[in-house]
């Protein structure tokens, strides 16, 4: 228990302290977090909702695919990223690896599925309810998908968050690619892991109370837009 | 939603032109997490940034993943602690102009009820027998990092097949030196671990020194540049700049500067006279 009480103690003092170093981790995670969930939202949406609409030969297989990619451990994800960018690697001239950029990368591969999985399942189910409506009125497959993205986006929100989670959430992909350098590609998580290994226990705990409210935050603050959205739409 | 979209992109943009801003004067280096987590890179690095404005960043992790990363031309300098995996970097062509930089030492770290019954005695060898006859628990490295290698030789020297043994007395963890010195303090076991670590280790509970100052135990560390007639990208100009400044008068007495509660944790050790090889 002592130690606990120390953990939530280290993680008061960090957030009081308003330490530099700090900061800029926070806002590296949350920037490269934020910035590979959107990528992967603008790749993972159209993505699942192409497999909720359409009907082709593999398409069970393909959702079969996604579903399995949902678990992908963040390990191999970041290992395949790691060899692609490597000097080695076929984009090796880009000279990505250990910057924020691969650390992005990485981590849209990681959501991505996620992201398209969670939505083609709740695209899916309106589809199954709407669907001959549209192939009545003779609407596009395009905007068939546009709308059916607009008639589902309280839903979506839930595919996004959890994107959210796990890139917030993972290590195993970010400490490949980024290295876990001091002030370039330190974030809460690696940040953690590094405390971990130096027998900083309180501190690494800390870090990861800092962490959960922070995501905390961004799914209250998600819950809340999607509330108002919802009672505006109401009336 | 688009406005968010446009607004973390921009984001985006502007945190790689900053990276890409700093570019023009770093230098990425594979170094081994005992250089890392015993805190000398913060200790040394400030200075030489200061005083040449090239900014140092460091990747810790193992030796054996720090070879494979400048291997792969991935860093422009390894700064490492395996003599023999080294010399054989350099000699299949990977690295050029190793130096050797500084020293510490390895100590064999057990819980303080001694099980084993190794004492506090020198000869390293010995203990490692004592250990394997108590069939007490020992964790290792098994990480191909410079203190397992260095582990695994010792095991080789007592005559003990320490393979055999995993999974009963030998447990291997496979994760870094701290992960292993945790692990080790959870299940009361003995470990073998660079001096720099267990010094700033902070989560010790019961463990001790039960082993320290065996010839057998010193612990040479070497830089070397990646080569670049195969790595082309290398940045040989400012690669040197740092290795040379490491073994440079300055660099070797900012590293006998670094301390923790007043003990030294690496001894510098560079031959000055000594060109690059």
């Avoid at chain 1, 962490?211 to 603050?221: F, P, Q, R, S, Y």
């Avoid at chain 2, 000398?40 to 005083?51: N, V």
Wanted: hydrophobic share 50%; with cysteine.
């Amino acid at each position: 228990m002592p130690d606990l009480l120390d953990a939530l103690l280290a993680a008061w003092q960090l957030v009081l302290s308003g330490d530099p170093a700090l900061v800029a981790i926070v806002s590296l995670s949350l920037s490269i977090s934020l910035t590979a969930v959107v990528f992967a939202t603008a790749f993972g949406l159209p993505l699942g909702a192409a497999l909720a609409v359409s009907r082709f030969p593999g398409r069970n297989a393909a959702v079969v695919l996604v579903n399995a990619l949902m678990g992908l451990p963040p390990v191999v994800a970041g290992l395949f990223v790691y060899l692609l960018l490597s000097r080695s690697g076929p984009l090796g001239g880009l000279g990505l690896l250990f910057t924020p950029t691969a650390m992005i990368i990485a981590q849209t591969v990681l959501v991505t599925p996620i992201v398209a999985g969670v939505a083609r399942q709740a695209l899916e189910d309106l589809w199954r309810d709407y669907g001959e409506l549209y192939v009545l009125d003779g609407v596009g497959r395009v905007r068939t998908v546009a709308s059916l993205l607009w008639l589902g986006r309280f839903s979506l929100v839930t595919a996004v968050l959890a994107g959210v989670g796990r890139a917030a959430a993972e290590v195993g992909a970010i400490l490949i690619v980024g290295g876990n350098i001091a002030g370039v590609t330190r974030t809460m998580t690696t940040a953690i892991t590094l405390e971990t290994s130096r027998g900083d226990l309180a501190l690494a705990l800390g870090l990861g109370i800092v962490l959960l409210v922070l995501v905390l935050a961004i799914n209250a603050t998600a819950q809340l837009i999607r509330n108002t959205a919802r009672s505006a739409a109401a009336i | 939603m688009r406005a968010w979209v446009l607004a973390l992109t921009a984001g985006f943009f502007l945190l790689s032109a900053s990276s890409a801003n700093a570019e023009q004067q770093f230098i990425t280096v594979a170094s081994t997490t005992s250089t890392e987590e015993s805190g000398l890179f913060g200790h040394l690095l400030p200075g030489f940034t200061k005083e040449t404005g090239i900014e140092v960043r460091v990747v810790a992790v193992g030796t054996g993943q720090a070879l494979k990363i400048g291997e792969r031309g991935d860093c422009d300098v390894v700064f490492v602690h395996d003599k023999p995996a080294e010399l054989d970097f350099v000699a299949k062509g990977f690295g050029i102009g190793r130096r050797e930089v500084m020293y510490n030492d390895f100590v064999l770290i057990g819980p303080g009820a001694d099980p084993a019954q190794v004492g506090r005695g020198k000869d390293i060898v010995a203990a490692f027998r004592k250990i394997a006859q108590a069939q007490a628990p020992f964790v290792a490295r098994g990480d191909d990092s410079g203190t397992s290698k260095a582990e695994l030789r010792l095991w080789q020297e007592a005559g003990v097949d320490s393979t055999a043994a995993r999974g009963g007395w030998y447990r291997d963890t496979g994760s870094g030196m701290g992960p292993t010195l945790n692990t080790a303090a959870a299940m009361d076991g003995y470990a073998l671990s660079d001096r720099g670590t267990w010094l700033s280790f902070k989560n010790k509970q019961d463990l001790k020194i039960v082993v320290e100052g065996d010839r057998r135990l010193f612990n040479q560390y070497g830089i070397m540049l990646v080569n670049p007639v195969k790595h082309p990208e290398v940045k040989q100009a400012l690669g040197r700049k740092f290795i040379d400044w490491l073994v440079s008068p300055a660099g070797q007495q900012a590293i006998a500067n670094y301390k923790i509660n007043g003990e030294q944790l690496f001894f510098p050790d560079a031959d000055s006279r000594r060109p690059g090889a």
